[in-house]
């Protein structure tokens, strides 16, 4: 077998989504696997559409999974990086162009000067006689030198492929789905190069993927038939057709196509919202795929060792957001207190917090949290009540506030903080001084509990004070009791 060499082909005309991402993993672990090449090939042909800012994107965003490729653009410059370049489709059009001359050379493909109306037409009619809407074009059967005159005389044509000659099945072993077989006559005679000579994707994913040398290609299921194009172009050129692959849909919860209306589908967004490359690529590796042990929660290591893709499923998998999260909870509670507080600075920033340079704090205050936390956006909410500016008295605790015992118990609670004499209190520290607050005071139950959480929450519910209160400066506690009770005066 000649080396695995495989791509991914993103059009920069958007972001990075988890069904690009899927493709790309897939693509790279059966690199990884067989020792092969990983290329990025960027299909930005479509100018109107395709821009830097968007390649700048999806680039980071495989970085950010760390879907590194041997050959392609260079992840920062951006340039061509790799012998067989260049990899941006936008500077390869002399390529495509050398290609559709010896198709046009050798009578596989023609001039056509057919005008939009006039397909139109064309289309109308057939449909009105009940026969198939394909092309039928006069000019197939002219000579290229009679071509060439009219678009010299100022003619303006497209260059179509012609398949009225290929009366045949095209059969192919998909290795996802097993054989598929495409009449030729399910497509008319195709355009290769538009009337400005831009090339279309067809044409230029076949080249390339020739040029390239990849020996398979894996993409997602919409481009199923564009395959019996592809392959009528590569039995024109004599060329041998990579394997082919189309991997299923990515669906929604109701089975239909995932989009972003329901949550998050783009890879940029998850990683704002806190999720974990490592669970992310672990979570898109099972739609689709499955582990031979059956295993839920691995790495990327793991899949690299054990791809195999006898195991890709054909049928649509859904996208499952409450697994996902759990699965990001997973991940994130298996990594290192030190990791994760590193992990959520960015979280904690964006919000303007101030807590401790303590790393003894910090790493208590993690092994409290984490297993509260799901993603790291998480974190700001279980941080906000540790930090000193954030403290208000929220209106829901006036009730608790109104209460005849609430005085006694605020002043119960600040005094025995303060004679503590400790810069923090213990959890079974809190929880003893509660009590004493108790007999002090003969408060009980919510009209016990629920003054003191205002006391330092500000509001009467919410965070565990056992899992609060030993993070919080017990000289902040007074100041925080302080201003509960000058509220109530
Ligand atoms: N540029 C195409 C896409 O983004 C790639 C299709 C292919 O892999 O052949 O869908």
Redesign the pocket.
């Known amino acids: 077998m000649s080396k695995v060499r495989v791509r991914f082909?993103?059009?920069p005309t958007g972001y990075l989504h988890v069904g690009?991402a899927r493709t790309a993993l897939y693509n790279y672990l059966f690199a990884k696997k067989n020792g092969g090449d990983f290329i990025l090939r960027i299909?930005d042909t479509d100018e109107a559409r395709s821009t830097q800012e968007s390649l700048r994107g999806v680039v980071d965003d495989m970085v950010w999974l760390n879907l590194m490729w041997k050959e392609g653009v260079d992840p920062v410059t951006l340039k061509d990086m790799g012998p067989l370049g260049p990899y941006k489709q936008s500077e390869r059009q002399h390529i495509y162009k050398d290609v559709a001359d010896k198709l046009l050379a050798a009578g596989k493909a023609y001039y056509c000067f057919l005008t939009d109306e006039e397909i139109e037409k064309q289309r109308e009619e057939a449909m009105k006689a009940g026969r198939n809407p394909q092309i039928n074009s006069p000019y197939q059967d002219w000579t290229l030198k009679q071509a060439e005159e009219k678009l010299a005389a100022g003619g303006k044509g497209v260059v179509r492929f012609k398949t009225r000659e290929l009366k045949k099945d095209y059969i192919f072993t998909d290795l996802v789905r097993g054989e598929v077989k495409f009449p030729s006559d399910m497509v008319g005679d195709f355009v290769l190069l538009r009337s400005g000579g831009m090339p279309v994707?067809n044409f230029c994913?076949v080249i390339d993927d020739h040029m390239m040398e990849m020996s398979h290609?894996f993409?997602?299921e919409e481009?199923l038939p564009n395959t019996l194009r592809q392959l009528m172009i590569y039995e024109a050129m004599g060329w041998k057709a990579p394997q082919f692959g189309h991997i299923s849909l990515i669906l929604d919860e109701d089975r239909q196509k995932l989009s972003k209306r329901k949550g998050a589908v783009a890879c940029g967004q998850l990683k704002d919202e806190g999720y974990l490359p490592s669970a992310v690529l672990n979570y898109i590796s099972l739609l689709g795929w499955s582990h031979p042990e059956g295993k839920e929660i691995f790495s990327v290591d793991d899949m690299t060792q054990v791809f195999d893709i006898s195991r890709l499923n054909a049928s649509g998998a859904v996208f499952d957001r409450v697994k996902f999260k759990w699965m990001n909870a997973m991940h994130l509670r298996a990594l290192p207190n030190a990791e994760i507080w590193k992990l959520i600075q960015p979280f904690l920033a964006r919000e303007k917090m101030e807590l401790p340079q303590d790393p003894v704090w910090q790493d208590k205050s993690i092994t409290v949290f984490k297993s509260y936390m799901e993603i790291l956006a998480d974190a700001i909410e279980l941080y906000r009540p540790l930090n000193d500016k954030s403290f208000a008295i929220q209106p829901d605790a006036d009730e608790a506030l109104a209460w005849e015992s609430t005085k006694a118990v605020l002043n119960g609670w600040k005094e025995l903080v303060q004679a503590s004499g400790k810069d923090y209190l213990s959890e079974e520290e809190f929880l003893k001084l509660q009590d004493e607050v108790k007999n002090k005071t003969g408060a009980k139950g919510k009209h016990l509990f629920m003054p003191i959480r205002v006391a330092v929450i500000g509001k009467p519910h919410g965070a565990e004070l056992k899992n609060i209160v030993p993070l919080i400066k017990t000289s902040s506690l007074v100041d925080r009791a302080n201003k509960v009770l000058a509220k109530i005066g």
């Open positions: 082909a993103p059009s690009g299909e994707y994913c290609v993409r997602a481009h």
